[in-house]
């Protein structure tokens, strides 16, 4: 059994003392659930944390186009609805890409 897996079981109040109490082959198969389990719980935070760097970018760009977007209003006004197309389809991008992730 690996270190998280230790972890992991500590901190579900099951000791691995109590493994030590089931034959070799239960035990293997215990261990190897285990180590299933904490791996999968890794994973999944790992996609999350990914997945909110990609918004935290995704919001930093729409936010930094919208300046733009707005200081080109002011510069050339006739551009306004041509700007916020596509400001408004790389947040719409964005967020289905985000969705999707």
């Not at 690996?2 to 992991?8: F, H, V, W």
């Not at 030590?20 to 215990?30: D, P, Y």
């Not at 389990?37 to 760009?61: D, F, I, P, S």
Request: aromatic letters at 4%; a neutral charge.
């Amino acid at each position: 059994m690996n270190e998280n897996s230790t972890l992991a079981i500590q901190g579900n109040s099951v000791g691995p003392q109590s493994l030590e109490f089931m034959s070799r082959h239960i035990r293997k198969q215990a261990e190897q659930q285990i180590d299933r389990v904490v791996a999968n719980g890794l994973a999944a935070n790992a996609r999350e944390q990914v997945r909110a760097l990609l918004a935290q970018t995704a919001l930093q760009n729409v936010g930094a186009l919208s300046a733009i977007e707005a200081h080109l209003i002011t510069v050339a006004p006739l551009g306004s609805p041509r700007y916020q197309s596509i400001v408004d389809a790389y947040a719409i991008g964005a967020a289905q890409m985000i969705m999707r992730w």
